[in-house]
Nanobody
Framework: QVQLVESGGGVVQAGGSLRLSCTSS????????MGWFRQAPGKEREFVAT????????YYKDDVKGRFTISRDNAKDTVYLQMNSLKPEDTAVYYC?????????????????WGKGTLVTVSS
């Protein structure tokens, strides 16, 4: 089992930045690809970014490319999502996720573990 706990959400003005963190406990963090997903009010959960076990490969949703950066620190069992130039449409609950490959995890059905989420609100 893998337990994932997100932190770092909050309220920020459009154009601002936030960094989300997700700490893992349980089975070996470095064995899993990690990712971030989000769910806006009234919408389905969607892929945002994923990163491979050693951080060598990353994948991003098109509309966050150049604004969001996913990274991981295997020594700290933590994955991060740096979010810059935030827009009101980025408002959502952001979920941390773990799976076996970063590319496969871009499909929500291939996620094995989910965190409980952290709310990000971007005001205009």
């Amino acid at each position: 089992q893998v337990q994932l706990v997100e932190s770092g959400g909050g309220v920020v003005q459009a154009g601002g930045s936030l960094r989300l963190s997700c700490t893992s406990s349980g089975r070996a963090f470095s064995a899993y690809a990690m990712g971030w997903f989000r769910q806006a009010p009234g919408k389905e959960r969607e892929f945002v970014a994923t990163i491979s076990t050693r951080g060598g490969s990353t994948y991003y949703k098109d509309d966050v490319k150049g604004r969001f950066t996913i990274s991981r620190d295997n020594a700290k069992d933590t994955v991060y999502l740096q979010m810059n130039s935030l827009k009101p449409e980025d408002t959502a609950v952001y979920y941390c996720a773990a799976g076996y490959t970063a590319q496969a995890m871009t499909n929500l059905g291939r996620v094995d573990y989910w965190g409980k989420g952290t709310l990000v609100t971007v005001s205009s």
